[in-house]
C-alpha cells in the first residue's frame, strides 16, 4: 500500500478513537475533539494523495487502473459475441460467468471516484444498465424465452461497448 | 430432492415460447402479490403489537411465488415472481412504520383526536415519499454507488435458483433447513417445551470476563446470512463494535466519567444509552449529509440519466418519468399540509413550514436508511425515528398527536425507501425493468397502510393496547421518547459531536465510512456478533477460493438461512395471531 494511504489511514483511525473517546464523555470535550478532528484531517489529506497517487502508478505500469477495467470489458465483450447464436442452456452457463466478472469490474471501478463522480457516475450508470440488460437475458435464457434473451444479449453488449468506449476515453 | 429439483428445472426449458411476450407484470403476479402482501401486513401488524417483532418479507414471497407461478400455475418466470415479491414488500412494509407510532396514540388515549382519515393520509403520504424519494436513489445507489443490499442479494438468489442447477437450489435448501430447525428448537421456551438451544450465549460469563464487557451473541443464522453476504463493509461495522465496547467503554470506566452509582454490569448499559448510541446516531445523520454532498454529482448524472431516458419517444426506455418524482414530492407535500393545517391549528405558514421541512427530512432520512441498508443490511429507523419526533416537536409546537401522526408519515416513508430498495436490487440482478417494478410499488404500497391501520383498530376495540394482551413495545418505546424529549432529555450534545465526527469520516474517500462507523456505535453487540462472524467468513471464503465460491456456494447458504428464518417469523406471527402464543 502506498505509504501515504497507509499514514494517513493511522492518523483517521488514532483520531476517531481519540474523537469518539472525547465526544462520548458527558458533556462532550470539545476541545479534545477538535484536536482529533484536525488530525483526522490530516490522515484524510494523506489517504486521499495516496489513493491518487496509487491509482496513476497502477495506471502506468498497467497492473491495474484503467488498462485493466479495458482488459476485462474487452474480455466480456469478446464472450459476448461468441455466445449471440447459442443456446439457450449454453447462454445461461456462459453468462453467468460472465456476469461474476462484470462484479469485479465494478469493484475495481471505484478508485475512479478520485478523477471525477461526474465521470464516474455517467461510467457505471451506462455499465449497469448493460448488467442489468444481460441479467435480463440469463432470467430470460433460464425461463426458455430465448427471444427476450437475444434481445437484451443485444442491448447489454451495446452498453458495455459504451462503457468501454468512455472507459478509454479517461486521461488517467 | 434431486427429482425435484431436476423437475423444476425441466419444466423452466419448456415453458417459454420464442413468439410469446416474456411474462413479467402479470394479473397472475399483482393478484398473488396484494394477496400475500395483505396477509403477511395483517399477521405482522397484529404480531408487531403483541410479540413486537416483523419482517420485510421479500424471501418469503419469492418462495410463495414460485410455489404459486410455477408449482399451481404452471407458467411463472423469474422476472414474474420478482414482481410478486415487489407487490408483496411494498404492500407488508408499511406495517413497521404504522406499529411503531400509531398506537402509541391509543396507549396515550389520544387517538379520538384525530379523524381516522388522517390516520390514512399520513401513512399513504409517507408510503408515496418513500417510492418516489427512491426514483432517483436506486439509479445512485444501485447503479452508480453498487451498494450491495444483501436482502435484495439473496431475494435475487432465491429467485435465480430454478435456473441456477441443482447445486445452488440444494445449497439453498439446505441454508433454509438449517435455518428454520435451528429457529425452532430456539423457540421451545416460547411453546412450553424445555430449552435446547438458547436464543443467545453470554460469552463474557462463559470466558470469566469483568462485569462490565458485554459480550453476548445471538444465535441468529439469519444475521449470520447477512454478514455472510455482506462481507467487507461489515468488517467495519464489526471494528466500530468493538471500539464501542471494548476501548471507549473501559477507557471511560478508567478515567472515571460514570456516575457514582453505575458500577458492575450496569457500566455497559449505560456507556451504550447515554453515550455510544446517540453519538452513533449522530454519526449517521453526519455520514448521510456528507454522503449526500459528496453524493451530489452522482445525483445529479442520475438525474440527469432519468430526464435524458424520458426524452427518448422509441427505443429502449426503462427508467420511471421524473414526472412520477415531482408529482409523487407534491403529492406527498399537500397532504401532510392538509394534515398539518387541519389538525395542528398552527396557521398557514406554520404549516407550510412543518410539512416543507418534514418533506426534506424524510428525504435526507431515506437516504441515510437506504444508504446504511445497501452497505450492511441494518436499518436504523428507531434511532431516525428519535430524532424525527424530535424535530417534529419542534415543528408542532409540542403538540403530541400531530407529532406522531407525522411520525407515522416518516417511519413509513423510511422503511418504506429501504426495503424497495432492496426489491429493486433484486429487480437489477435478475434483470426486471425498474420502470415496471416501481410502477406496481405505486400502485399498491397504499393498501398497506390500511390492513394495518384497519388491524391496530380492531386489536383496540378487542383488546386494548398497551396492556398485557397487547404490549405494543415498540409504541410504547416511542411513547417513552416522547416523553423524554418533553421532559428535555435529550442528548443534542451527543448528536452533534458525533455528527461532526460522522462528517468527517465520510471525507476520507472510503464511501460511507460515516455511516458504517455511526451504524456499529449504535447496533447492540448482540447481533453485530454474529454478524460480524458472518462477514469473516465471507472475506476468508473469498480470498481462498475466489469470487466463483462466493456466488456459487456462500450466497444460496446464506440466502437460505435468511429466508428460513424469516419463513418462521412469518409462522410464528400467524401463531400468534391464532392465539396459540402469548408474550
Given amino acids: 500500500m502506498e505509504m501515504k494511504k497507509l499514514f494517513g489511514n493511522v492518523l483517521l483511525t488514532v483520531g476517531l478513537v481519540a474523537g469518539s473517546i472525547t465526544a462520548a464523555r458527558i458533556p462532550p470535550m470539545w476541545g479534545g475533539l477538535a484536536v482529533s478532528l484536525a488530525v483526522m484531517g490530516v490522515g484524510i489529506f494523506l489517504r486521499r494523495q495516496g489513493a491518487k497517487e496509487e491509482l496513476h502508478r497502477a495506471a502506468q505500469t498497467g497492473t491495474g487502473g484503467v488498462r485493466e477495467l479495458e482488459r476485462l470489458l474487452s474480455d466480456a465483450l469478446g464472450r459476448l459475441e461468441a455466445i449471440m447464436d447459442a443456446s439457450g442452456e449454453r447462454a445461461t452457463a456462459e453468462l453467468t460467468k460472465i456476469l461474476e466478472e462484470l462484479d469485479e469490474f465494478a469493484e475495481k471501478a471505484q478508485p475512479l471516484r478520485i478523477e471525477g463522480l461526474m465521470t ?30 437475444r434481445k437484451y444479449l443485444r442491448y447489454g453488449y451495446d452498453d458495455l461497448k459504451e462503457t468501454l468506449s468512455a472507459v478509454k476515453a479517461l486521461k488517467v | 430432492m434431486a427429482d425435484a429439483n431436476w423437475k423444476l428445472r425441466s419444466s423452466g426449458w419448456k415453458r417459454g415460447n420464442s413468439d410469446e411476450t416474456y411474462r413479467e407484470v402479470t394479473p397472475a403476479a399483482i393478484i398473488l402479490g396484494v394477496v400475500w402482501g395483505a396477509f403477511m401486513a395483517a399477521s405482522f401488524t397484529y404480531a408487531g403489537m403483541i410479540m413486537g417483532f416483523t419482517s420485510g418479507g421479500s424471501a418469503i414471497a419469492a418462495i410463495v411465488g414460485w410455489g404459486v407461478l410455477s408449482g399451481i400455475l404452471k407458467k411463472g418466470t423469474v422476472v414474474e415472481n420478482n414482481i410478486v415479491q415487489t407487490i408483496a414488500s411494498a404492500v407488508n412494509i408499511s406495517v413497521s412504520g404504522v406499529i411503531f407510532t400509531i398506537p402509541a396514540l391509543y396507549i396515550m388515549g389520544l387517538h379520538q383526536e384525530i379523524n381516522t382519515t388522517y390516520f390514512f393520509l399520513a401513512t399513504a403520504a409517507g408510503a408515496i415519499l418513500g417510492i418516489t424519494f427512491i426514483i432517483p436513489l436506486r439509479k445512485q445507489m444501485i447503479e452508480i454507488d453498487r451498494l450491495r443490499f444483501p436482502t435484495g442479494t439473496a431475494v435475487a438468489t432465491v429467485l435465480k435458483t430454478p435456473g441456477s442447477g441443482i447445486e445452488k437450489a440444494r445449497l439453498l435448501f439446505l441454508g433454509m433447513a438449517v435455518s428454520t430447525a435451528v429457529y425452532l428448537v430456539q423457540q421451545f421456551p416460547v411453546l412450553g417445551l424445555p430449552e435446547i438451544i438458547p436464543e443467545y450465549v453470554d460469552l463474557r460469563a462463559i470466558l470469566h470476563l469483568p462485569e462490565w464487557v458485554s459480550l453476548a451473541m445471538a444465535l441468529s443464522l439469519m444475521v449470520f446470512g447477512m454478514g455472510l453476504i455482506t462481507g467487507r463493509n461489515g468488517l467495519i461495522v464489526l471494528a466500530g463494535g468493538i471500539l464501542s465496547y471494548y476501548i ?109 421541512v418534514g418533506v426534506a427530512w424524510i428525504f435526507v432520512a431515506s437516504l441515510l436508511v437506504a444508504m446504511s441498508t445497501g452497505m450492511t443490511d441494518w436499518s436504523p429507523v428507531s434511532g431516525l425515528s428519535l430524532v424525527s419526533v424530535m424535530i417534529l416537536l419542534y415543528l408542532t409546537g409540542k403538540q403530541v398527536p400531530l407529532t406522531i401522526l407525522l411520525g407515522a408519515t416518516v417511519g413509513v416513508a423510511i422503511s418504506g425507501a429501504a426495503d424497495m430498495m432492496q426489491d429493486l436490487k433484486t429487480g437489477h440482478l435478475v434483470g426486471g425493468i425498474p420502470s415496471r417494478q416501481q410502477k406496481v410499488e405505486l400502485l399498491t404500497a397504499w393498501i398497506g397502510p390500511i390492513i394495518a391501520l384497519t388491524v391496530v383498530g380492531l386489536i383496540w376495540k378487542a383488546y386494548g393496547i398497551g396492556n398485557e394482551a397487547v404490549p405494543a413495545p415498540q409504541a410504547m418505546a416511542l411513547k417513552s421518547m416522547v416523553e423524554a424529549i418533553l421532559g428535555g432529555n435529550v442528548p443534542v450534545d451527543k448528536f452533534i459531536a458525533g455528527g461532526i465526527l460522522g462528517f468527517a469520516l465520510s471525507m476520507s474517500g472510503i464511501p460511507g465510512l460515516g455511516v458504517l462507523v455511526g451504524l456499529s456505535m449504535y447496533l447492540p453487540m448482540l447481533y453485530i456478533l454474529p454478524y460480524g462472524l458472518g462477514c469473516i467468513v465471507h472475506e476468508i471464503a473469498k480470498r481462498r477460493k475466489g469470487n466463483e465460491f462466493i456466488t456459487e456456494k456462500v450466497l444460496p447458504v446464506a440466502a437460505g438461512l435468511m429466508v428460513g428464518e424469516a419463513a418462521m417469523t412469518l409462522l410464528f406471527a400467524v401463531l400468534t395471531v391464532l392465539g396459540v402464543l402469548h408474550p
Fill in chain 1, 120 to 149: 464516474y457516475g455517467t461510467i457505471m450508470s451506462v455499465f449497469s444498465r448493460g448488467e442489468r440488460a444481460l441479467n435480463r437475458a440469463w432470467s430470460a435464457f433460464a425461463d426458455g424465452y430465448e427471444e427476450e434473451g
Fill in chain 2, 248 to 356: 471507549i467503554t473501559p477507557i471511560v470506566k478508567a478515567l472515571g466519567w460514570l456516575p457514582s452509582d453505575v458500577t458492575g454490569g450496569a457500566i455497559s448499559g449505560f456507556v451504550y444509552a447515554n453515550m455510544t448510541r446517540p453519538l452513533g446516531i449522530g454519526m449517521l445523520l453526519g455520514g448521510s449529509i456528507a454522503g449526500l454532498i459528496l453524493s451530489m454529482p452522482v445525483i445529479i448524472v442520475a438525474l440527469r440519466s432519468i430526464a435524458n431516458a424520458s426524452k427518448l419517444g422509441t427505443g429502449r426506455n426503462e427508467e420511471l418519468p421524473i414526472k412520477y418524482l415531482y408529482a409523487g414530492i407534491t403529492l406527498a407535500f399537500l397532504l401532510l399540509l392538509v394534515t398539518t393545517y387541519q389538525l395542528g391549528n398552527l396557521g398557514i405558514g406554520r404549516s407550510l413550514l412543518t410539512a416543507l
